[in-house]
C-alpha cells in the first residue's frame, strides 16, 4: 500500500515527532511508522503530500481468484456501501491482489490531529475486524 508520489517533508517530520513522542525509533528516511494499538490492531501510518498522513491496518488476506473470491469482495462491497456515510473509513484490495486492507487518509498538522485520525481509525477497525471474520 505505497503512495504514488513522495510525501512532504513537514509530514514525515511530523511522523517522526509522533513516534519520538512515544519512544519509538524511526530511521531517519522513515516515510512509515508501525503501530500495536491495545495489543491487538497492527496500524501502519505513512507520511503522504499535503500535511497528510495514511492510516491502514490489513484486514484479512483474499482468496485464490474464482468464485470464493468474487463473493467475499461483494460482501466487503455491500458491507462497505452501508457504512460510507458513518465511517470515513475505506476498503481496499492492496496492489498485489492478495489482501484486503482498511484505510483512512487524514489531515495532520498536529500530534493531537494525529492521535483523533487514530482514534477514528481504531473505532472503525474494531468494527471491520469483527465484520470481516463473519463473512
Known amino acids: 500500500m505505497s503512495t504514488s508520489s513522495p510525501p512532504d517533508a513537514a509530514a514525515v517530520a511530523l511522523l517522526h515527532s509522533y513516534a519520538a513522542h512515544h519512544g519509538i525509533a524511526l530511521a531517519p528516511d522513515a516515510s512509515t511508522l508501525q503501530l500495536l494499538i491495545d495489543g491487538r490492531y497492527a496500524l501502519r501510518l505513512q507520511a ?3 500535511e497528510g498522513l495514511m492510516v491502514s491496518a490489513h484486514l484479512r488476506p ?3 481468484p474464482g ?3 468474487d463473493e467475499l469482495l461483494l460482501a466487503f462491497a455491500r458491507l ?10 475505506t476498503c481496499s484490495v492492496d496492489a498485489r491482489e492478495r489482501a484486503l486492507w482498511l484505510q483512512l487518509p487524514a489531515r495532520a498538522q498536529s500530534l493531537q490531529h494525529i492521535d483523533e485520525a487514530i482514534g477514528t481509525f481504531v473505532n472503525s477497525l474494531a468494527f471491520w475486524s469483527k465484520a470481516s471474520s463473519s463473512l
Not at 80 to 89: D, H, L, N, R, S
Open 67 to 69: 468464485l470464493a473470491r
Open 80 to 89: 462497505a456501501c452501508g457504512t460510507m456515510k458513518e465511517q470515513a473509513t
Open 48 to 50: 503522504l503530500r499535503g
Open 62 to 64: 483474499l482468496p485464490e
